[in-house]
Every structure is written in structure tokens, then in C-alpha cells.
């Protein structure tokens, strides 16, 4: 038996060939449509890591900077009752001064 190589011949209609050129054509365009919409998408998602990112970054910062203010306030809480008690025996001991005269 002798193969015969495949060939065209004129009952395939010239409509269907166009069909199926068109179709191929729109397999093409459409997946090269997806990868470019995959390749935004990419993008976009990286965009939000690094920014999501920075906001970690930035919310550290700023706990370790409130961190820093707590210990300050704590700091000047304390100065502002030794200041309060040093008025406190100042005023008394005029207080005691006007008294004994």
C-alpha cells in the first residue's frame, strides 16, 4: 500500500479555510490580549506589595516613635511633680514665714 501524502483538493470549501484562518487568527489575538492583561496584573500586584511593603515600614516607625514620645511624657509627668512638690514647700515655707512674724 502506497501512503499518499495529505493534500487540498477542491471539495474543501474556500469559506471553511477562511474560518479557520480567522479562528486562528482570533486564538493568536486573543492570547496574546490575556498575557498582556496578565503581565498589568503583575505589575499592579507588585505595586501593592512594595507600597503595602512601606507601610509595614512606616507603621513600625511610627510604633517605635510613640514608643519614644511614652517614655518622654513618662519623663516630664515626673518632672512636672517634682516641680509641683519643690512650689509646694516654697509656697509653705512663705506661708510659714508671714505666719511666725
Do not use: C, F
Amino acid at each position: 500500500m502506497a501512503r499518499e501524502s495529505w493534500h487540498l483538493d477542491k471539495r474543501i470549501p474556500i469559506a471553511i479555510i477562511g474560518i479557520i484562518l480567522v479562528q486562528s487568527g482570533s486564538i493568536i489575538w486573543g492570547a496574546a490580549k490575556l498575557d498582556s492583561r496578565v503581565e498589568v496584573t503583575e505589575n499592579t500586584l507588585a505595586a501593592r506589595a512594595s507600597k503595602g511593603l512601606e507601610t509595614l515600614t512606616q507603621t513600625a516607625q511610627n510604633t517605635n516613635d510613640i514608643s519614644g514620645l511614652k517614655v518622654e511624657v513618662t519623663s516630664l509627668k515626673e518632672a512636672i511633680r517634682r516641680i509641683d512638690a519643690n512650689t509646694q514647700v516654697i509656697a509653705d515655707r512663705i506661708y510659714n514665714d508671714k505666719k511666725n512674724r
